[in-house]
C-alpha cells in the first residue's frame, strides 16, 4: 500500500473525505445516539469508549446493548452481532477484485474502516476496478470521514448521556438524512428497482430474529442489480419488462 504521506496528497483521497463529509449529518446523528445509548443503557464510561471504537458498527451495538443488560450469554451476543453484520460480507465480496492485491495486513485494516456509506459513494465513484484510478486512496478519504463523523459525535454522546435529553429525536434526524441520501443515488432504473426490492424484502422479512432482514434486503438488492447489469437470460428478461414498464418507474 501506499506511504501515508502519498494517501494523504492524493486527490482522489480528498474526493473521498469531501464527498463522505457531504452526507456526515446523517452519520453523526446515529453516533450520538449510540453514544447516548451505551451509557444510558448502563455501560461505564470506559467500556463505552472501548466499544466505540473497537466494535465500530452501530447497529451490532445498539442490537448487542440490550442484550448484554439482561446477562444473555455471550455466544447469543456474538451471534446476533454477527448476524446483523452479515452485510459486510456482501460489501467484501464486491470489494475484492479492487483491494485483492494488497497484504493480508493491510486488507484487516481496511475492513476495518469499511461502512455502509462508504461502499455506497465507492461504488457509484468506481464501478469497474482500475489500477490506475486511486481506488484505495479515495476508499481511505471516505473512510476517515466516515470514522471522524461517527467517532466524535459518538464519543461526545458517552461523555454527556447525562445531560443530553432522550426526547430530542435524534434518532429521527438521523433516519431522514440517511433517507434523504439514498434518495439522491437512485438515478436509474436499476437502482431504482434495487432500492424496491430492498424495501420489499425488508418489510417481508422484518420478523426474522437478529435483525436477518437486512441481510435478507440487502442480498435482494444485490442479486436484483445483478440480473439487470450482468448477462444471461434472467438478466434480458428483467431488462425487458423494465423496458416496458419505463413509464411507471
Not at 485494516?109 to 455502509?116: R, V
Not at 478519504?141 to 443530553?164: H, K, M, R, Y
Request: hydrophobic share 55%; glycine share 10%; with cysteine.
Amino acid at each position: 500500500m501506499l506511504s501515508l504521506q502519498d494517501v494523504l496528497r492524493h486527490r482522489q483521497f480528498r474526493a473521498g473525505a469531501r464527498e463522505m463529509s457531504a452526507v456526515s449529518l446523517g452519520i453523526a446523528a446515529w453516533g450520538l445516539v449510540t453514544g447516548v445509548a451505551m451509557v444510558k443503557g448502563g455501560l461505564s464510561i470506559p467500556l463505552a469508549l472501548l466499544m466505540t471504537f473497537v466494535v465500530y458498527a452501530g447497529s451490532a451495538q445498539l442490537a448487542a446493548l440490550p442484550l448484554m443488560m439482561v446477562g444473555t450469554p455471550v455466544w447469543i451476543v456474538w451471534a446476533t452481532a454477527l448476524c446483523i453484520n452479515l452485510r459486510f460480507v456482501i460489501f467484501s465480496a464486491q470489494w475484492r477484485p479492487y483491494f485483492m492485491q494488497y497484504r493480508l495486513r493491510d486488507r484487516l485494516l481496511l475492513g476495518y474502516f469499511s461502512g455502509d456509506l462508504t461502499y455506497v459513494l465507492f461504488m457509484k465513484k468506481f464501478p469497474e476496478a482500475r489500477d490506475d484510478e486511486g481506488q484505495v486512496e479515495y476508499f481511505l478519504g471516505a473512510s476517515t470521514a466516515n470514522w471522524f463523523s461517527w467517532q466524535v459525535p459518538a464519543v461526545a454522546g458517552i461523555l454527556l448521556a447525562d445531560v443530553i435529553p432522550t426526547h430530542w429525536g435524534l434518532g429521527f434526524a438521523g433516519v431522514l438524512a440517511l433517507l434523504g441520501l439514498t434518495y439522491s443515488l437512485v438515478s436509474d432504473r436499476a437502482t431504482s428497482l434495487a432500492a424496491i426490492v430492498a424495501g420489499a424484502a425488508a418489510v417481508a422479512a422484518f420478523s426474522l430474529p437478529f435483525r436477518l432482514h437486512i441481510v435478507v434486503a440487502i442480498a435482494a438488492a444485490v442479486c436484483i442489480g445483478l440480473m439487470i447489469e450482468g448477462g444471461g437470460d434472467a438478466g434480458r428478461r428483467l431488462r425487458a419488462a423494465l423496458d416496458r414498464a419505463r413509464p411507471a418507474i
